[in-house]
């Protein structure tokens, strides 16, 4: 990619920043909405809990679960790769 298509994707992607930047106004969220009854915050340890502790925990379930109920492994393996070249002696 020379200089020319990297300064158009740059400026691109930065106008495409920007203007979402703008249209998307935080001030709005300050006035609550008819209906709107948000509760209690969580705690520090909550959100960590919900956000990174959980889906760790659950992707290493997962794999655990994949890797014990994998049955490629117990095949014999018949392909070259356990033929001995070697010649006795």
Do not use: E, W
């Not at 998307?24 to 609550?32: D, E, F, I, N, Q």
């Not at 956000?51 to 890797?67: D, E, K, T």
């Not at 109920?69 to 014999?76: I, V």
Request: charged letters at 20%; a positive charge.
């Amino acid at each position: 990619m020379d200089k020319k298509n990297a300064l158009r994707a740059g400026a691109l992607a930065a106008g495409t920043t920007l203007m979402m930047l703008l249209m998307s106004s935080p001030a709005l969220a300050l006035t609550r909405d008819d209906g709107d009854d948000p509760g209690k915050g969580l705690s520090v340890i909550q959100t960590l809990g919900l956000y990174v502790f959980a889906p760790v925990v659950l992707f290493l379930v997962i794999a655990g679960l994949v890797m014990a109920l994998d049955k490629s492994r117990s095949k014999k393996d018949t392909t070259s790769s356990n033929i001995d070249a070697r010649a006795k002696a």
